[in-house]
């Protein structure tokens, strides 16, 4: 059987949509750690929030951040890294995509056009108001290095000609959970496939994907991955997954229905969940 590597999104898959707690799956991912199957997060926080939530979490694994932007190793990784994963701030990076102030610097110059609210203009006090994080998580949310979050503020079809005049300049849009963001020319799906490269070549063999989301922005690694199990959230319908009839769609919410879910595949792989206590 092929090595299995779980890569899971985080607002609204691993953690709760409202609450941000990653409780009911902690005997899971405590499971799957170990037994030795990394578990990747892909997400489109910032580099210091992964940090801080891995360091709270008890893991130290690669992840990859802002929507397939970056892959980011330990610097003490025994992964075999290709060159182009090159040393940055005590870490080590392959980056997916451009510098946030090229970004932006592309992006304003639409606003014109369109009416929106990016991170970058918001105080402390709004991100807390609008992402319902402390100070402390807001503070390490704003330190963005390769996207842009919006606010959109004006009409679906103004959003969908935003898209457009973005590709034109190279930028993506993407849908998260509560933002609209904008990154270079790359996706979670990208992301994945590079760092999957790199697991198999460690490990030697094939490698299994297990891919969990819940948000338009998580559609390209879901399509990418070989198992794809969609996470169901509270605000917002399940989004669509081009030709992938086999996706999963867990019947509970966040962090219990990725519990449920990698813990189904988990027990294929002869991991046992139960001695590590249950979903709660």
């Known amino acids: 059987m092929a090595r299995l590597v779980i890569f899971t999104d985080l607002d609204g898959t691993l953690l709760d949509h409202f609450s941000y707690s990653c409780a009911a799956a902690r005997p899971v991912w405590e499971a799957a750690q170990a037994a030795g199957v990394p578990c990747v997060f892909n997400t489109s926080k910032t580099r210091a929030e992964v940090l801080q939530l891995q360091a709270a979490m008890g893991l130290e694994q690669p992840f990859i951040v802002e929507n397939g932007a970056a892959v980011w190793f330990p610097d003490n ?17 392959k980056v997916m995509s451009i510098a946030r102030a090229d970004i932006l610097e592309r992006l304003y110059g639409l606003r014109s056009r369109y009416v929106f ?19 402390k998580e807001a503070r390490l949310a704003s330190q ?10 004006d009409t679906e079809d103004a959003l969908k000609k ?3 005049d973005l590709d034109a300049l190279n930028l993506r849009l993407v849908r998260g959970g509560r933002f609209v963001h904008v990154i270079g020319a790359c996706d979670k799906g990208q992301a994945m496939s590079w760092l999957l490269a790199v697991y198999q070549n460690a490990f030697g063999g094939a490698v299994t994907s297990l891919a969990l989301g819940d948000s338009d922005n998580d559609v390209d690694m879901l399509a990418a991955a070989d198992i794809p199990i969609l996470v169901r959230s ?25 519990a449920n879910a990698v813990s189904s595949v988990l027990s294929k792989y002869g ?5 590590q206590g249950k979903p709660e």
């Open 271 to 275: 991991v046992d969940i139960a001695s």
């Open 117 to 135: 609210r990016g991170l970058s203009e918001m105080g402390l006090e709004e991100i807390v108001e609008r992402t319902g994080l402390g100070r």
């Open 144 to 153: 963005r290095e390769f996207s842009e979050p919006l606010v959109w503020l």
């Open 77 to 93: 990784t025994t992964l075999p890294l290709p060159p182009d994963a090159r040393a940055h701030d005590g870490m080590r990076c």
């Open 234 to 258: 509270p605000v917002h319908a399940p989004p669509v997954i081009p030709n992938r009839p086999d996706v999963c769609i867990t019947s509970s919410y966040g962090p219990e229905g990725w």
């Open 162 to 164: 935003c898209a457009l």
